[in-house]
């Protein structure tokens, strides 16, 4: 098939920003918004790296009850805020049906998340949006249940949907999911839709972002989406996968020497 490019914060004046072919997109930002410092800190270590979206959560459902669930509609102002400090448009996830209407007030794309690829409530609430829509691959899910999510959210009548390639379980431990890099390829040869890779929520590792980031490029993606902090040992939710102001410049540079055109 064709490839699309589907464009992020577009309005009127602005074109928006591609994920697509002929780009490599950065999305990167905290994982969770904590506070308003910490999210500008962050917001300006993306931009500075060449990020060209801003991706932070306000909303969040972990595995684990004692996880950190987010600041709520409180953290969507914060990144409203900071998206409009750096000029980028913000990527957040929605949990919930009924948080869609509040989520896309502030987002420039919505995102759901691996825990919600098959909730088929949430996929028809953000379908019937003008809102593109950024959805991770299921945790189980196989390539074609991943396909078939974003096929009912077209049917709703959205069309700019970006996959999200974030792991899958394996019998291997070493890492909380294993990237599946074939998934990118193999996508492309089934689907025209843009995806991208989330190296940091496959490996859970910091020095694993690195080199997953150039096999995302490698193998063709579109983009990646890279969690940030200005202080990575004190952040309330994955920190250990989170990427500090020298490991992000480090990134961008690679990156940026492979593909001239991020
Ligand atoms: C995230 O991107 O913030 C996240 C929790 O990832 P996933 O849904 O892929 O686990």
């Known amino acids: 098939p064709g490839r699309s490019t589907v464009f992020v914060g577009r309005t009127d004046t602005r074109p928006g920003v591609p994920i697509g072919p002929g780009v490599f ?37 972990h595995s684990s009850t004692l996880a950190f669930e987010g600041l709520g509609e409180a953290g ?29 007030g502030y987002a420039d794309m919505l995102q759901v998340g691996a825990r919600n690829m098959q909730n088929y409530a949430l996929l028809d609430a ?30 709703r009548g959205n069309l700019d949907i970006v996959l999200c390639e974030r792991g899958i379980r394996t019998f291997e431990p070493a890492t909380p999911a294993t990237l599946d890099i074939s998934a990118v390829p193999m996508v492309q040869s089934l689907s025209h839709l843009p995806i991208i890779v989330d190296p940091a929520h496959a490996s859970g590792r910091r020095d694993l972002v690195l080199p997953l980031s150039r096999a995302a490029l490698a193998a063709g993606a579109d983009g990646i989406l890279i969690d940030v902090h200005p ?5 309330l939710c994955d920190g ?19 593909a001239p055109v991020m």
């Open 25 to 61: 997109t950065l999305l990167a930002g905290p994982c969770a918004v904590e506070s308003l410092e910490q999210t500008f800190e962050a917001a300006e270590m993306a931009r500075a790296a060449g990020a060209t979206l801003l991706r932070g959560g306000a909303f969040r459902r």
């Open 76 to 104: 969507l102002q914060i990144l409203a805020e900071a998206g409009h400090a750096t000029g980028l448009p913000v990527v957040t996830e929605v949990t919930e049906v009924g948080d869609v209407e509040l989520v896309a």
């Open 126 to 155: 953000v379908g019937r949006l003008p809102k593109p829509v950024l959805l991770k691959r299921g945790i189980q899910a196989t390539i074609e249940e991943w396909l078939m999510a974003a096929e009912y959210i077209a049917q």
């Open 231 to 235: 202080d990575p040992e004190s952040a």
């Open 240 to 258: 250990p996968q989170a990427l500090g102001g020298a490991d992000i410049r480090e990134l961008a540079s690679a990156i940026r020497r492979l």
